[in-house]
């Protein structure tokens, strides 16, 4: 129950308050499957395959606002947050994401790899209260955001010095169709899309014992994203 006090620009007066209610309940249910597969064709070559498959399907519940104790007269409430009747909106959708890896060892202290995998962020609904109410441009006509789907492709090598120390290199590029961001207006928190996102990063770290006791390491990032 939220109260708001009356006020000369709302066209209220005295004491006056408005009382209104505001109600969302979304229930999910998923189903998942996933397996991966090692081979070695040749000494120190290995390929790996990797898939998921989930299900899911999401309602969302919106209970109508109830005013109570309105002033004759006042306006404290804006055209968004007149009553409605209770609605709910559901969705289903099948999400197949997968992997592939490369890995080399030349030796037993020295690999490179190279990987590939796709990813997926479930889609949902808008918390606002007056989504999809017929003829309410408020906020949305429909409450529902689209999934977000990524590519991700890595490369790398990997250099053991045993107890001395290491060296790793690394380079992602990751590519985000409808990236889900959000925001926050003044009743609820809303999420938006910023279509086609990419980002690269380059890593580097390094670790090594220069005497007994002594240790030094270095780690470096360089990251572009448009």
Do not use: C
């Not at 109508?64 to 209770?86: H, K």
């Not at 997926?120 to 977000?148: H, L, V």
Request: no cysteine; hydrophobic share 35%; charged share 15%.
């Amino acid at each position: 129950i939220t109260d708001q006090p009356a006020s000369a620009t709302t066209g209220g007066t005295g004491d006056a308050i408005g009382a209104f209610t505001r109600g969302y309940d979304q229930k999910s249910r998923s189903t998942s499957l996933f397996g991966q597969l090692t081979f070695q064709p040749l000494d120190g070559l290995s390929l790996i395959g990797g898939m998921r498959y989930e299900h899911y399907r999401k309602t969302g519940y919106y209970d109508g606002v109830q005013i109570l104790r309105m002033p004759t007269g006042s306006t404290l409430l804006a055209a968004g947050d007149a009553p409605f009747a209770p609605f709910s909106v559901s969705r289903s959708k099948n999400f197949v994401d997968y992997s592939l890896q490369a890995q080399y060892f030349f030796t037993d202290n020295l690999q490179a790899y190279v990987s590939f995998a796709t990813g997926s962020k479930g889609f949902g609904f808008q918390r606002a209260p007056t989504s999809g109410i017929p003829g309410n441009p408020t906020f949305f006509q429909d409450p529902y955001f689209r999934p977000e789907y990524s590519e991700t492709f890595e490369a790398g090598v990997k250099w053991s010095l045993g107890y001395a120390g290491h060296l790793n290199v690394a380079f992602f590029r990751t590519h985000l169709k409808d990236f889900q961001t959000s925001y926050r207006l003044p009743s609820t928190v809303v999420v938006v899309r910023n279509d086609q996102i990419r980002s690269q990063v380059v890593e580097l770290s390094a670790d090594y014992e220069i005497f007994n006791g002594f240790r030094a390491s270095l780690t470096a990032t360089y990251s572009d994203v448009e």
